[in-house]
């Protein structure tokens, strides 16, 4: 979600439009020069699921996926000037969304689910560590789809306030993306001079802007955006969005979000803040964010829901409290009207949070540790957690030829700052190089090929800024670099 309310301008490649947040969340998917979703490498950097480990496609599947996609775009071809389904009083309500499919394969990837000897707890449990050895490495194909559906509603109140809302879900494969959680439930209040109150489910700027546009311009989105310190879901947010403001002849906005998170945690509570400013002037656009939270789930998953510790208040006397914060500067300018640039860096920070055993028994039930000395002590404390930060920058240029837009995009991961005297993979780093091009057979359908690279500065753990040693689909653990290449298509209504 990237709206803007009550705002009357359009500059700087942010449309600040009279519209509430849902309707801005839409108008990006509606942008005629896109390269989003999941693009180059994207499809083999999803963060693995529980859902999605359960059955990996093969090869087989990745040919039909294809077929298929040339089936469903015979079908979209003979309707490609679909809008938004507008019912109710003056159109108060409407129904938006799109559907992508891509397919792709990649080099030295693993067999089955993956490499690792325990595939399910996350990285920072050292059981997570060892892969099986003697496996195969191989090139296999993967295929990716997502849905996403918006209902909106609008309401003009007169003497310059309009109410709005939205409620909105997102499927990956076929599964909620984030199960139990809406990707939007919110309502808004706006005013053309006072700006736009906000409260409810709505996802955070700091993953927003580097998800659209700047990571999905260059082929970057779920790499640039589910990496690092920041999350995406926030289930309790109350936001407040300014007018534009007029800024040494630009345009400047400023925002403030406040999440309490699960309020049941009476000793560790949670807190999330999250600053963002736009400026835009001419071809233009800067943003700004920060996020700082306390006690949220431990993680470098920039696509985590901000909720709570873990998953009960049963664990708030048995574990300590965490912080993490990150800061994200990004700029997109057009040098001219068919040559586009971007560059972003982005600053992780990382509390740590020590390992402990919730639930006894058996099978032992733990909280989400981070960055953790196994077998060690700290001040008292046994399998301590340490403090770490990151610093993380993108590149990428978009050249426009009619219907066609090429792009590049690189990020590269560098080495965490911490004094655990265990390697957790803070001395790892990681370039991803991604190169693609986008033809908009019309407003509503794009197709697309791709391809990318990712390199790793070493065989072992993955940098300490990925919230899986498979984040990018290839294993760290098993070989340096992979390869892929893909082609997709996505239909807006």
């Known amino acids: 979600m990237h709206g803007v309310t009550g705002l009357g301008k359009t500059r700087g490649r942010v449309s600040l439009t009279d519209r509430s947040p849902a ?19 994207n499809i083999l950097y999803r963060m693995p699921r529980r859902a999605a480990q359960a059955s990996r496609p093969s090869d087989a599947r990745a040919r039909f996926a294809l077929t298929r996609a040339a089936a469903v775009v015979a079908v979209l071809t003979l309707t490609t000037a679909s809008h938004a389904f507008d019912f109710g009083p003056d159109g108060m309500f409407s129904v938006t969304g799109f559907h992508e499919l891509t397919a792709s394969r990649g080099t030295n990837l693993c067999p089955g689910k993956n490499c690792q000897f325990d595939p399910e707890p996350n990285r920072h449990f050292i059981w997570a560590d060892d892969v099986v050895p003697g496996r195969q490495l191989s090139t296999k194909g993967t295929v990716f789809n997502q849905t996403q559906l918006w209902l909106k509603a609008k309401h003009d109140l007169g003497n310059g306030f309009k109410i709005n809302g939205s409620l909105s879900q997102n499927w990956r494969d076929g599964t909620a993306d984030t199960p139990g959680f809406w990707r939007e439930k919110f309502v808004a209040l706006s005013h053309e001079e006072y700006g736009t109150l906000t ?34 879901n926030l289930t309790q947010a109350l936001r407040y969005t300014s007018r534009v403001l007029d800024v040494a002849d630009g345009d400047l906005v400023l925002e403030a979000t406040y999440d309490r998170g699960d309020t049941s945690f009476k000793t560790h ?24 939270t306390r006690n949220g789930t431990p993680t470098a998953f920039g696509a985590a829901v901000f909720k709570g510790p873990f998953y009960s208040p049963i664990a708030d006397g048995k574990i300590g409290g965490n912080g993490q914060s990150v800061v994200v500067l990004q700029a997109i300018y057009r040098v001219t009207p068919i040559i586009e640039v971007a560059g972003g860096i982005r600053h992780n920070r990382w509390s740590g949070a020590y390992a402990a055993v919730v639930v006894p028994g058996v099978r032992a039930q733990w909280n989400n540790p981070f960055n953790v000395d196994w077998g060690g002590t700290l001040n008292g404390v046994a399998n301590p957690g340490y403090a770490a930060s990151s610093t993380e920058f993108a590149l990428g240029a978009r050249y426009f030829m009619d219907k066609w837009v090429f792009s590049t995009g690189l990020a590269y991961f560098g080495k965490a700052s911490t004094n655990n005297p265990s390697d957790r993979g803070q001395n790892n780093t990681a370039l991803a190089n991604t190169v693609g091009a986008t033809y908009n057979y019309s ?34 653990r098993v070989a340096r670099a992979s390869n ?3 082609v997709g298509l996505k239909y807006r209504f």
Do not use: C
């Open 23 to 41: 309707d801005y969340t839409f108008q990006r998917v509606k942008a005629l020069s896109v390269y989003s979703g999941p693009h180059t490498m």
């Open 199 to 232: 409260a409810g489910h709505m996802t955070t700027r700091t993953w927003g802007f580097a998800d659209y546009p700047f990571g999905s311009n260059i082929g970057l989105s779920y790499t640039w955006a589910a990496s690092g310190a920041s999350y995406r």
């Open 269 to 292: 509570k949670p807190r999330f803040i999250e600053l963002w400013a736009h400026y835009g002037k001419g071809d233009l656009s800067v943003d700004a964010m920060l996020q700082d």
């Open 443 to 476: 407003q509503d359908l794009e197709f697309n090929v791709f391809a990318g690279m990712v390199h790793f500065g070493k065989k072992g753990l993955a940098p300490l800024s990925f919230p899986a040693h498979t984040f990018i689909g290839h294993d760290s």
């Open 484 to 486: 892929s290449f893909g």
